[in-house]
Nanobody, 122 residues
C-alpha cells in the first residue's frame, strides 16, 4: 500500500526557514514524480513544487521560485522541501503526493499524505 507522511511544519517568523519531509513507505519513491502542494483555509489546493522520477528534474510555482528547493534522498526514500524567506502568504497546510509524470496540478496526483501545517507569522 502506498503511504506518504509529511512532517516538519511549524510556526516561523517572516523571513525564516523550514524544511518539510515527505517519507514514503510501501513503494520506491524514485519510481514516481513527487509533488508538494499547499492549501490555505478557503482556498483551493495549489501546486508548489515537483521533482520527477529518474533524472530528478524540478519544477516550481512562480510564487516560490528562488525561495523553495525540492530534493530527494533515495536512500531514505524521502523528498524534502526547503523553504527559505518565508512570507505570511506561505501559510497553509502542505501535502505531498505522487504521480507518474511531473506536474503541478493536484488532479494529476494520488495517494495524498495527511499534511503538515506551516504558519508564517510574527
Amino acid at each position: 500500500q502506498l503511504h506518504l507522511v509529511e512532517s516538519g511544519g511549524g510556526l516561523v517568523q517572516p523571513g525564516g526557514s523550514l524544511r518539510l519531509s515527505c517519507a514514503a513507505s510501501g513503494f520506491t519513491l524514485d519510481y514516481y514524480s513527487i509533488g508538494w502542494f499547499r492549501q490555505a483555509p478557503g482556498k483551493e489546493r495549489e501546486g508548489v513544487s515537483c521533482i520527477s522520477s529518474g533524472d530528478g528534474r524540478t519544477y516550481y510555482a512562480d510564487s516560490v521560485k528562488g525561495r523553495f528547493t525540492i530534493s530527494r534522498d533515495n536512500a531514505k526514500n524521502t523528498v524534502y522541501l526547503q523553504m527559505n524567506s518565508l512570507k505570511p502568504e506561505d501559510t497553509a497546510t502542505y501535502y505531498c503526493s505522487l504521480a507518474i509524470d511531473p506536474s503541478l496540478e493536484p488532479a494529476d496526483f494520488g495517494s495524498w499524505g495527511q499534511g503538515t501545517q506551516v504558519t508564517v507569522s510574527s
